[in-house]
């Protein structure tokens, strides 16, 4: 019989703060965690995932978290990307984000052929490789989740449900892990550089030598404030125009609109774009963000999939790799911001936006800022991708059809 559990906020969150130090421990310790900059939360989420795995294996014990603070973390985290996003780098990275969201809407046929294909040769549904595909990695686990019904129904793939979030889980911890060893080995490669010397936009680098003060925090949390504030606003006046976007998509163009009008109105009033308090507190975001997200992880569906659906898996690892060193880095330019992105792509594909993020920020406290990696990954994962992967899913089941 099985045990459940249950955690509070306060109790989830000490958890979260703990698998965060437990992260930092095994990338300082572990060889293979510092050359392929696997993200702390990432390190030390899949560690505390396992272990609760296997007291669900041993004594049928699971555990239940609290996770609504979990979401308004990642509004504040995309709200500092927000800000953090001037005109000057929009416009120049105007190119850059048009070639990588015709790639990404590329890799979604993609990613559903090699599905299909896989699926066709071992004997699988032929639907059954578009939910292993673009379904449940490049949308993650809420579109599995609102496309069930649909496999199950009109595909009779009767646990649809259960397959897509397995498969959304395998990606999210997959992405986490796959995104450093790409950019790695495309910086060493090429021996690249960072072409300009900046603040990294999540994260500090040397924080033993960062100044934060009691100030830059109030001011921070001043400016976040306001922007989630217009943020909102926008995203109730998208959903009464019919235009349903996660919650902290408008919070992006919030902090967009906000930095960049605020500043040159009054020029001599504090701004946290480019310091180090907003980077931590970007950093403490996304951190306890994607550590709550890892550690809630039920790995043991995973058991469940059979042979030929992880054999799909695995292939769609492979494909990502290769897309975003063959095709993702060479058509960015093959420079230093190219292989950042390349590594927040692969985490994109496989995982989530936040992956992705995490992916770079690992990269860039390593070898250096990359501004534009960090405005035109969000823009395409968490705005151009839901959109266009909605299409494509459709099209596809209907060739099959």
């Known amino acids: 019989m ?13 958890l979260a703060i703990l698998v965060l130090f437990l992260g930092r421990f095994l990338n300082r310790n572990l060889a293979f965690c510092q050359k392929y900059n696997i993200p702390e939360p990432v390190s030390g989420g899949i560690m505390v995932s396992l272990v609760l795995s296997l007291l669900y294996a041993f004594f049928q014990l699971s555990v239940d978290f609290s996770l609504h603070q ?4 990642l509004v504040v985290f995309f709200t500092g990307i927000g800000l953090s996003a001037k005109f000057a780098n929009l416009l120049s990275g105007g190119k850059t984000l048009l070639i990588l969201l015709l790639l990404a809407i590329g890799y979604l046929f993609l ?6 294909t896989l699926a066709q040769s071992t004997g699988l549904a032929s639907e059954l490789g578009v939910l292993t595909g673009s379904v449940s990695l490049s949308g993650g686990h809420g579109t599995a989740i609102a496309w069930a019904p649909t496999f199950i129904e009109q595909y009779g793939i009767s646990n649809a449900g259960e397959i897509g979030v397995a ?17 790695s080995f495309l910086i060493r490669r090429h021996k690249l550089t960072p ?16 100044k934060v003060t009691v100030d830059a925090i109030f001011s921070c949390l001043l400016t976040l404030a306001v922007a989630i504030g217009i943020g909102i606003h926008l995203h109730q006046l998208l959903a009464a125009l019919g235009i349903n976007l996660p919650a902290f998509v408008p919070c992006i163009f919030g902090g967009i609109l906000l930095t960049n009008t605020l500043p040159l109105l009054f020029p001599k009033l504090p701004w946290p774009t480019g310091t180090p308090t907003l980077a931590l507190v970007s950093e403490v975001s996304l951190g306890l963000f994607l550590a709550m ?12 999939l059979a042979l030929p659906v992880l054999l799909i898996l695995a292939a769609q690892v492979l494909v990502v790799t290769l897309f975003s060193i063959l095709l993702v880095f060479r058509l960015l330019g093959k420079n230093y911001d190219a292989a950042v992105i390349a590594s927040g792509y692969a985490g994109l594909a496989l995982g989530a936006t936040p992956t992705a993020i995490a992916n770079m920020t690992a990269v860039t406290k ?15 994962g968490a705005f151009f991708i839901d959109i266009s992967n909605a299409v494509i899913i459709q099209r596809m089941l209907s060739l099959l059809a």
């Open 2 to 14: 099985e045990t459940v559990l249950t955690l509070d906020p306060r109790q989830t969150m000490i």
């Open 70 to 73: 979990r979401d308004i973390l």
């Open 111 to 116: 990613q559903n052929i090699t599905g299909i």
């Open 167 to 183: 498969c959304a889980t395998f990606g999210l911890v997959l992405g986490g892990i796959a995104g450093g060893p790409i950019a």
């Open 195 to 210: 072409e300009q010397k900046a603040q990294v936009s999540v994260g500090v680098v040397n924080e033993s030598r960062q």
């Open 293 to 304: 997200s890892l550690m809630s992880l039920q790995l043991w569906t995973l058991i469940d």
């Open 366 to 380: 390593k070898y250096g800022a990359s501004p534009l990696a960090f405005v035109v990954v969000p823009l395409v």
